[in-house]
């Protein structure tokens, strides 16, 4: 499965941003994951195929994750972002939720996520 990630930019903290991800193909979970420079790739949010959402636990309460099987999308919906926040954003699609990257089969190619304060 090729996935195609979008929506990233340049926001100032308390901003929204809202993240794409399209799949070439039916999987069964797909999520996000990101990676600041110098820091390891971690867990943001992951969806299973009906819909049920996990977050971590810095994005709970304002990081939405959605999922559109008819059209094998993912979207992330982030508000009251904060400089913490900013970082390359991978989608990523597997055969079960984890919370760990080698757990994924297919990544995007990233998504830069910029938040200024």
């Known amino acids: 499965v090729q996935l195609q990630a979008s929506g990233g930019g340049l926001v100032q903290a308390g901003g929204s941003l809202r993240l794409s991800c399209a799949a070439s193909?039916?999987?069964?979970?797909m999520g996000w994951f990101r990676q600041a420079p110098e820091k390891e790739r971690e867990f943001v949010a992951a969806?299973?195929?009906?819909?049920?959402?996990y977050y971590s636990d810095s994005v709970k309460g304002r990081f939405t994750i959605s999922r559109d099987n008819a059209k094998d999308t993912v979207h992330l919906q982030m508000n009251s972002l904060k400089p913490e926040d900013t970082a390359m954003y991978y989608c990523?699609?597997?055969?079960?939720?984890?919370?760990?990257?080698?757990?994924?089969?297919?990544w995007g190619q990233g998504t830069l996520v910029t938040v200024s304060s």
């Open positions: 990523a699609a597997g055969t079960c939720v984890s919370l760990k990257p080698r757990d994924y089969e297919s």
């Open positions: 193909g039916r999987t069964f979970s």
């Open positions: 969806t299973e195929s009906n819909g049920t959402p």
